[in-house]
């Protein structure tokens, strides 16, 4: 049985994790200071590393948190098979391209696309992170695939990462510059290339 300290205790540490999340994304993560963070979650500033140890502890549980967040968004419909045979391959394509559309408006997405050069650097803490959020967005858009009516001369596998990186491609851009670009008109574009693809085929 939890006890009231120890609620309290893990309403803290969401509390932290949640407002470091936003000011890794808005600040990124060097100008982000325990100060800032007490500020936004309301936490006392020594109860930061007392939950966490250090600031890179604190990045790695913000990441971890993060990625819970995006396998919740990105978890197959309960008694949704592999193959369904009753789904046309519009169908999969329009519900596959409404989950990259929403996953893509994500809080999350903000964060990571922030935080990108520094888990690109040598010997970045982050690296790892970065490496199974990717996979996890790969694998899920891989399945979704395989339940459409592709040509052969699109894989799944390698079509997924072109999917991904054009998601992630069209966020970044629109964060740099938000009045000349138009993410939903950009993944509308993207899914119109791909049916024309199942199309040409004849599928």
Request: proline letters at 6%.
């Amino acid at each position: 049985m939890t006890t009231r300290r120890e609620q309290t205790s893990q309403e803290s540490r969401e509390l932290i994790l949640a407002a470091a999340a936003d000011l890794f994304a808005a600040k990124g993560y060097r100008q982000t200071t325990f100060a800032d963070v007490a500020e936004r979650s309301g936490i006392s500033r020594g109860s930061i590393p007392w939950h966490f140890g250090s600031k890179e502890g604190l990045l790695l549980a913000v990441l971890e948190r993060s990625t819970g967040l995006i396998r919740a968004r990105l978890g197959d419909e309960p008694g949704e098979s592999e193959e369904d045979p009753g789904r046309s391959g519009e169908e999969g394509l329009d519900r596959m391209a409404e989950a990259v559309a929403a996953l893509f408006t994500l809080p999350t997405t903000k964060l990571f696309v922030t935080l990108l050069v520094e888990a690109l650097e040598p010997g970045s803490p982050i690296q790892g992170r970065y490496v199974e959020i990717h996979k996890t967005l790969r694998e899920h858009c891989r399945r979704s695939l395989e339940r459409l009516p592709l040509p052969p001369e699109l894989p799944a596998d390698a079509l997924s990462a072109v999917i991904i990186g054009a998601g992630i491609g069209v966020h970044q851009q629109w964060l740099l510059a938000p009045a000349l670009v138009d993410p939903d008109r950009a993944l509308g574009t993207l899914r119109t290339l791909l049916k024309t693809a199942m199309t040409a085929t004849g599928r």
